[in-house]
């Protein structure tokens, strides 16, 4: 892994003065720029072109929504890892809606922020355990994206690229699994089945495992009220 540049957008100085410490000794991380507001970081993101983001979202507005658009929606995105003060289910949420990464609190230690970073840059997708330590949050964004879905007058059904045991484990995520009960399941590896996700996600084009539920479930390659995957469309 490369070293890369970190923007922090947060105007807490006392608190990055002591996490930025944790960071800088990564060899990972090439520099640290923060600014302390959404709308100074749209002005700026050009010229510090960073390699991943932490950006403070406890305060939600149209300056931070454009901020977090621009770098995940870039030719070449921008990873974001969300901040708030303190985390619940409607923060992950909201993360999740964003198309955040990952989920920080201003109360986790400096370590673990730093490997969230760390696992954020090599392409892991820690949010997913946030979603996963919330049932209630995962069930209602899954009845969200299935009500979505069921809402839609017209839905394109495709024939489904993923072979059978992608299909089976992407019933099994929408059914709320981690990959470690995945495995469990299935008698294989947990690093079996996050190979497994990467293939679904590239196949899919599915920016996270929420995303691709939402396109098993448009398509009705897979239903929350069976207990089997549909197989009839799987290529």
């Given at each position: 892994m490369t070293a890369t540049r970190l923007l922090i957008v947060d105007s807490d100085q006392r608190f990055w003065?002591?996490?930025?410490?944790?960071?800088?000794?990564?060899?990972?991380?090439?520099?640290?720029?923060?600014?302390d507001s959404a709308q100074a970081a749209l002005a700026e993101v050009g010229k510090i072109r960073p390699g991943i983001a932490i950006v403070n979202m406890s305060v939600p507005g149209a300056a931070t929504s454009d901020l977090v658009k621009l770098l995940c929606c870039a030719n070449d995105p921008i990873p974001v890892i969300a901040l708030f003060d303190s985390l619940d289910d409607g923060r992950v949420g909201y993360a999740v809606g964003t198309g955040a990464r990952a989920c920080i609190s201003k109360t986790s230690p400096a370590k673990q922020i730093r490997g969230t970073v760390i696992e954020t840059l090599a392409g892991e997708l820690p949010i997913h355990r946030d979603v996963a330590e919330r049932p209630f949050l995962l069930t209602g964004?899954?009845?969200e994206f299935q009500r979505q879905s069921r809402g839609t007058t017209e839905v394109e059904t495709n024939a489904c690229p993923l072979t059978e045991r992608e299909l089976s484990i992407l019933s099994l995520v929408a059914d709320g699994n981690a990959n470690k009960e995945i495995a469990e399941v299935l008698f294989i590896s947990e690093r079996t089945v996050k190979n497994h996700m990467t293939n679904i996600l590239a196949k899919l084009g599915a920016r996270d495992r929420a995303h691709a539920v939402r396109f098993g479930m448009q398509n009705s390659w897979i239903?929350?009220?069976?207990?089997e995957p549909v197989l009839a469309l799987v290529a």
């Open positions: 003065d002591s996490a930025q410490f944790e960071l800088a000794v990564d060899p990972r991380i090439e520099k640290i720029s923060r600014i964004l899954l009845n239903d929350l009220e069976q207990s």
